[in-house]
Each structure stands twice: as C-alpha cells, then as structure tokens.
C-alpha cells in the first residue's frame, strides 16, 4: 500500500506552482493508498501526516481543506503497555485500537491540528490551528484548544469576521 505521507511532500514545488495540478496528483495517491475521498477536496497538504491504518480508515469530504502539518490518527496503542503491566496481556500480545477518522464536505483543519483515532469533523465546520482533536465535531462548529472545545458556529464567526476578509481570485 502507497503511504501518500511519504510521496505528497515530493510534490511540494507543483503545489506552489499549480495547485490544481498538485490535487490531481494527490488525489490519485490518497485513492490508491485507500483513503477515501469523496468529492473533491479543495486542498489537502503536502505536510499532512496519514497514520493510514486500512481502507477507508481517512476519508476527506468535498471542498475540504486541510491545512500543513496536520496529523490525522487512526490507531492507538497508549493503553498497551499499561494492559501488560497489570498483566492483562501476555508479552507477546498487544492491546490496540483501530477507529476512522472522516472529514467533512467543505470543513476547514487548521495548521497544526492533531486529529485523534475515531473522530469526526462535520461538514462546515471549523477547526482552529493548533488544536487537539479528541472527539466528534458537529456540523457547523467552530471548535480551538487542547483538547479542542467549541467556540461557536459558523454563522457566528461569519456575523463577527466578515467584514475582516477580503475576496480574492482562488489560485490554480
């Protein structure tokens, strides 16, 4: 199986030149590693790290974005050692958890984020930079921090920031 980690940041200088060209690339990778994509995502990064644990263990929504150095889990063996420890596994067995993770149509995943084994990211939603993933995002929110708790909706960042931004032509 293609690890789409290993080969995205190959195409790092195509993304800067013509980022609709760099997604053809990278959506034939993400596809052909199992990765489920459904749609056509706007942008994934070059840096994303995919701990790709199986098919359709990551799936990216429709026009979603995820921002450089996002890490998107989907397993988890922090419970191993401890299981071993109180002797509840035998040295040549280990305790682990398998769980997908999914990306909404049009949500937005900030620099920086940390997406934990068996979350959720609804469509629309909005996840600051910097942020630690622990559980579902609902549709529609705005979630920051570590671990990552709701700030607002959409339309509430829409009522305050607004008039922030500026409109601009999308690069190809």
């Known amino acids: 199986m293609i690890d789409p980690s290993k080969f995205l940041p190959l195409f790092r200088i195509l993304n800067r030149v013509n980022q609709d060209a760099y997604m053809n ?17 706007l942008w994934i990064s070059s840096s994303v790290f995919l701990d790709n644990s199986g098919p359709g263990s990551i799936s990216f929504g429709d026009r979603c974005v995820v921002s450089d150095a ?7 063996f922090s419970l191993d050692r401890i299981a071993e420890a109180r002797g509840d596994l035998p040295p040549d067995e280990e305790l682990y958890r398998r769980a997908p993770v999914k990306i909404g149509a049009r949500a937005f995943v900030g ?16 996840i600051g ?3 630690v993933v622990t559980m579902s995002v609902d549709a529609g929110d705005v979630v920051a ?18 008039s922030e931004f500026d409109v601009r032509k999308r690069r190809s």
Do not use: F, Q, Y
């Not at 996002?70 to 988890?76: A, G, P």
């Not at 339309?155 to 607004?162: A, I, V």
């Open 129 to 131: 930079a910097g942020s």
């Open 70 to 76: 996002v890490k998107i889990l989907t397993h988890d």
């Open 25 to 41: 690339v990278a959506l034939t990778l993400l596809r052909r590693s199992g990765v489920e994509v459904l749609g056509r995502p």
């Open 145 to 162: 921090g570590n671990p990552a708790r709701r700030i607002c909706s959409t339309d509430e960042l829409w009522d305050k920031r607004r």
């Open 111 to 126: 620099l920086g984020t940390v997406l934990m084994p068996g979350v959720t990211v609804g469509a629309d939603a909005i």
